[in-house]
């Protein structure tokens, strides 16, 4: 029967794709493909450094884009790989599984016809009883070795047991590798249905956010979620605390808040880093935590006002920078707004100042000796330009136009201790409230991709260390009708390459229920004949 | 307790060295041993030369092992592999004093994590030395590889004992470094072999280039290749356990359990690799040389994971070193 050509290309191609070749070469490219995903700068990981890398090499940054260089893992190329990797592993494992069922039913193979050419042999060897007694108990014996053993009785009045061992090596391999389709599903779940929103939450009584993304800093939604319906729940973090080694190592972090699940009903609640707190559809994670110095600002008008302003952590010893704004500052009393007598401090804080704090930076992340350095500025924030600015510092095109303008030097404060303007306006360091970054997220995928993992390491180590092997025994009628012994030769075949094999199949022999009455010399093509 | 440590790594990597050179006048001076004895060895597997399965004795005559065969043959070989022993016992010794120094154990940091896992390489290393005592000539290549990596972790990534960090404290952090490690030294002994194998090969082929001439001494290829394979076949579920159990603490840390931070994808690499290493083994198109450089890939993947990502990228979530 011949086939009409297109199905035999397809035939071909497909034979070709579930080929062990061609699973290694996918597997190869797969590693390579995933090198440019460390070295360049990744999207995922950190926006912030494909952005410098733009500016670094801004003639080669657009087409590496275009290229996908800097979101590898999304990128079509990899996607193709991966997705040929896995066309192929299903095609591969799909005949492989209804195989090794069917060979799980099949009895075991019948004996070869000459055993002596076997890698593993035994001649001369006896057993109580007629052929078929004597076969009947090393089937039992073998049985009992968990051995999968049969019986065949043959028309000459020979009996042969086949026996077969390490099943499991294959029903590993079959598990490891559906084991990785259902990781692959696991993250496509994660990647359609769940999200995520990162933020800054300072603790105290400003310390409060509920889960809408307008709330959040920062957010990314699977393509499946639109961000409405997210699970209602509010969060007040109360108190945060750090404690430190001498040398300035973070020990143990808590923060201590409260949660309600749009009923207004707080229970307590605390979390900390590898400890989150884990509510009714999404999860909070702890990621970093810093200072945000309280600053009173008096104005012109003799009107305060109180901004709590988070710095960004810049070492690892708690030196912080950051800025405070008074946007509102000068408004006078009949309402009347001077855009340019807007305010702001550049600051930079150390929670144990050093000796020379101008020099160096903070000695230690905890606040032995707090000490804050401001630098006001005055003019137009830039605040109504609607172009997207930094929290953590200043408009620095509206300095460079001189809208907004340095005033003064900077000051050192305690806490308590306040700095006066050359407007006579006056700014209080009133101390310092501590700030986390938290992440909430929610991945349905993560537990389908547990139950991939845990079947893959499942399945990799009988996979790895399972050996299959087979044995066969003859025993065929003694000679002399005297005796009432069989007698009985023995074979056998390691089909997975393992040199052991020879050892086991002489204590399997010397084990079971045979008496060998000649040992004939050793036959020197065994040692070295198994692979 | 600290400071016993520190100076006791010097004398373990003084050791190391005593033992690599003591290896390598074994090399020159030593008996030669015959082909013949080596193939036969590695082929009976560590039973005695000669034993078959054919054999059958009424008596199940085991063939008694002989704990002490790596010690015969040349007292130059005894002297070295007896130092690779004492090396090894003062390793042992500076990781504990390190482990009660800092009141944990030691896997806080790269230097200790280092210091644990050439631990775990030279007991993988004195296993097979017992097991299989004509590969006594790999000692060469192992206390050479261990002292290199010992000095160079001493210079380059010493950190004094101390708490561990918060992020750190956790037993998923355990469970994942120490599972690293110990895959970790297993790779590691089978890279030395997989190297072992490329020489050795080549001397059998009748390479008279540098380094070619060295195989004479090691053991026959196929030998090698199937103990390579036998270190990768033990090392490859532990890794894949230890990218699995990093994928845990992740999850409880940073909130994903996998984030494609360059560590993470080193390990990948790496895994992915050494997952084409054993399909490689297992078809029979690919020729065995090639097989053995994949091995050899993938070490180069779990180095650049354990030194390199913390070099380069000191972006990684993973910097704590
Ligand atoms: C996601 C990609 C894959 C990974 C990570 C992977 C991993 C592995 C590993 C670690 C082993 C060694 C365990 C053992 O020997 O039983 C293995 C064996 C095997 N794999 Fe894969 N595999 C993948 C895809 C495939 C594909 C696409 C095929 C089919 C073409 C395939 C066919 C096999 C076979 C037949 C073996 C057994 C080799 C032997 O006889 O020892 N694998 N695989």
Known sequence: MTVPRPVAWLRNTWRQLTSMRTALVLLFLLALASVPGSALPQRSVSVESVARFYERYPDLAPTLDRLGAFNVFGSPWFSAIYLLLFTSLVGCIVPRIRDHVQALRRAPVPAPRRLSRLPAHAAGLTAAGSPAEAADRLHRALRARRWRSIVRRHEDGTVTVSAEKGYLKETGNLLMHAAMVVILVGVALGAAYGWHGNRLVVAGEDGQFCNTLSQYDEFGLGNRVDGTGLPPFCLQLDEFHAEYSERGEPLAFLAQARVHHGDGQWRPVEFTVNSPLRLDGANVYLLGSGYAPVLRYTDRYGQTQTVVAPFLPVDSLGTSEGVAVFPDANVSPDGERDPSLQVAFEGRYQPTASAAPMLFGSQHPAEQDPLLMLLAYRGNLGMDSGEPRSVWSLDANQIARGELVQVGEPEFLAPGETMTLDDGTTVEFLGTQRWITVSVRYDPGQPVAAVGAFLLVAGVVPALLGRRRRVWFRVTPAESSTTDRSIVEAGGLPRSGHPGFAEEFRQLVADLPLTIVDAPAPDPAVAGRST | ?321
């Not at chain 2, 380059?156 to 030294?185: E, K, M, N, Q, R």
């Open chain 2, 1 to 321: 307790m600290a400071a016993l440590s520190d100076a006791l790594l010097t004398v373990t990597v003084l050791l190391y060295l005593a033992a690599m050179i003591a290896h390598a006048a074994e090399y020159s001076f030593g008996r030669r041993p015959t082909r013949q004895a080596a193939l036969a060895g590695v082929a009976a597997g560590g039973g005695a030369v000669g034993e078959t399965a054919t054999s059958a004795s009424p008596e199940p005559a085991r063939p008694a092992r002989d704990w002490w065969a790596w010690a015969r043959g040349g007292p130059l070989g005894a002297i070295a592999a007896s130092l690779v022993f004492l090396a090894a016992t003062v390793h042992l010794v500076t990781m504990v004093t390190r482990g009660i120094a800092a009141e944990r154990i030691p896997l806080g940091n790269m230097y200790e994590y280092a210091l644990t896992g050439t631990f775990i390489a030279v007991a993988a290393w004195l296993v097979v030395l017992v097991s299989r005592p004509t590969l006594r000539h790999l000692g060469l290549y192992v206390a050479m590889v261990i002292a290199i990596v010992l000095g160079l972790v001493r210079l380059v990534a010493y950190t004094p004992v101390g708490p561990l960090s918060a992020p750190l404290d956790s037993y998923w952090f355990f469970i994942h470094v120490g599972s690293a490690v110990v895959a970790f030294g297993a790779f590691l002994t089978g890279f030395v072999t997989a190297a072992m194998y490329l020489v050795r090969a080549g001397h059998e082929e009748g390479k008279s280039r540098f380094p070619y001439p060295l195989g004479a001494r090691v053991p026959a290829a196929e030998g090698l290749e199937r103990l390579t394979f036998k270190l990768h076949a033990f090392a490859f579920p532990i890794w894949t356990f230890a990218i699995i159990s990093g994928a845990i603490w992740a999850e409880a840390s940073w909130g994903r359990y996998w984030g494609w931070d360059p560590k993470e994808v080193w390990a990948f690499i790496a895994w992915v690799i050494y997952a084409a290493y054993l399909h490689a083994r297992a078809t029979p198109s690919v020729r065995r040389r090639i097989v053995i450089w994949l091995a050899i890939a993938g070490f180069a993947a779990m180095l650049m994971n354990l030194i390199g990502v913390n070099l380069f990228f000191s972006n990684s979530l993973h910097s704590y070193a």
